[in-house]
């Protein structure tokens, strides 16, 4: 079992910047790949960007892309997804995710608000 505790969202203006942490407990929380995932209101939870659990490979959401860093320190069992060039369509409820595969997820955490206003 693996507990998921997300942090770091707020408002923040367009363009600003925001840094998201999931801190991990549980069993070996290390040797899980992690996502993060958000959910606009009215609409379904979408994929945003994963690490593998070796943090060598990473993968983005094309919406995100060259905007959005995620990043994993095992020593803190925490994932990060650093957020910049914000847009009011960032605006959602982000989620992190861990699983024994990338795009395969079994634990969530509860969400963070993250809210861009237009």
């Known amino acids: 079992q693996v507990q998921l505790v997300e942090s770091g969202g707020g408002l923040v203006q367009p363009g600003g910047s925001l840094r998201l942490s999931c801190a991990a407990s549980g069993r070996t929380s290390s040797s899980y790949a992690m996502g993060w995932f958000r959910q606009a209101p009215g609409q379904e939870r979408t994929f945003i960007a994963d690490?593998?659990?070796?943090?060598?490979?990473?993968y983005y959401a094309d919406s995100v892309k060259g905007r959005f860093t995620i990043s994993r320190d095992d020593a803190k069992n925490t994932v990060y997804l650093q957020m910049n060039s914000l847009k009011p369509e960032d605006t959602a409820v982000y989620y992190c995710?861990?699983?024994?595969?990338?795009?395969?997820?079994?634990?969530w955490g509860q969400g963070t608000q993250v809210t861009v206003p237009s």
């Open positions: 995710a861990a699983g024994l595969k990338v795009g395969v997820y079994n634990y």
């Open positions: 690490i593998s659990w070796s943090g060598s490979t990473t």
